[in-house]
């Protein structure tokens, strides 16, 4: 997503309009549909855009049809000619957060804000294990821990592209890959990690993170995929035991065929001597 957060953008929607009503949000679960909506009768041309790109059209109704300029996004031409401009975004994701702006020809008729819900996510680990926080937008985001047991809570790593800053004691411990992944994990570092855009200050994701159990006992492997480095490394120590154990085989074959050969000749001249 490219968010309309500059102060030209946001001082046009609130010098605008002056009243909510008139710049509704429409939040919905990721993946879920999503209707915009827009009630107001226009005899020409209606075209949905995102509201900082008039240009830049997701679809459009005229009084014959009506066309899905971009995938995933579309109108109903039955309820356009009753004055039902809603614009249907049929699979939501976090790309698609925006303001958007239905036209009538060249006048703006309404500007509708969509938001994704927070993605919830609990997770159990062993002590020792990383804790993998899967980054669902490109856009710059902070990650902020909060200390349920503790005063202990704050932004801990600000991810920008492929660029990831984290405080001191976390610098060591963590690593970006297409994940920001936190190394050895302990009992202390339970507590609730929060995904915030930066641009729009819209909570994308919160981990719930429980590392050991709250009896002390273990954990069951659960989440595998959280501990792939451990398995990767078990998978390549197998592999190269038996390789050397394969190789050990062949030079004993080897050996033994040699000796058999050294023995044959060693017999063949004795005997001729005799």
């Not at 009768?41 to 209606?46: A, D, S």
């Not at 005063?151 to 991810?159: A, E, K, L, R, Y």
Request: proline share 5%.
């Amino acid at each position: 997503m490219q968010p309309c957060s500059s102060a030209l953008c946001v001082l046009l929607l609130t010098t605008t309009f002056t009243t909510e009503s008139w710049n509704p949000t429409v939040k919905v679960n990721l993946h879920d549909s999503a209707t915009l909506p827009c009630s107001e009768r226009c005899p020409g041309l209606v075209r949905w855009t995102v509201f900082y790109k008039p240009t830049d059209v997701q679809a459009e109704c005229d009084q014959t049809s009506c066309r899905s300029v971009k995938e995933g996004y579309q109108m109903i031409h039955d309820q356009y000619l009753k004055g039902d401009l809603s614009l249907i975004i049929t699979d939501a994701d976090f790309s698609q957060r925006d303001w958007y702006t239905c036209w009538c020809d060249d006048t703006d008729l309404c500007n509708v804000q969509l938001q994704i819900q927070p993605v919830n996510i609990l997770v159990q680990i062993k002590p020792s294990e990383p804790l993998v926080l899967k980054m669902e937008i490109s856009d710059p985001v902070d990650l902020i821990y909060k200390d349920p047991n503790g005063p202990s809570s704050g932004q801990i790593c600000t991810v920008d592209g492929r660029s990831l800053q984290c405080k001191p004691e976390y610098t060591q411990r963590a690593s970006l890959t297409s994940v920001v992944r936190l190394r050895r994990m302990t009992p202390s570092d339970s507590g609730v990690y929060t995904v915030i855009d930066k641009w729009t200050d819209e909570v994308i994701q919160i981990y719930t993170v429980t590392v050991g159990s709250a009896d002390g006992s273990e954990l069951n492997d659960d989440h595998p995929d959280l501990d792939t480095d451990r398995g990767a490394a078990v998978m390549w120590l197998v592999v190269v035991i038996m390789a050397a154990l394969i190789a050990v085989i062949v030079v004993l074959a080897m050996m033994i065929v040699q000796l058999r050969r050294e023995t044959q000749q060693l017999l063949m001249k004795f005997g001729r001597k005799k």
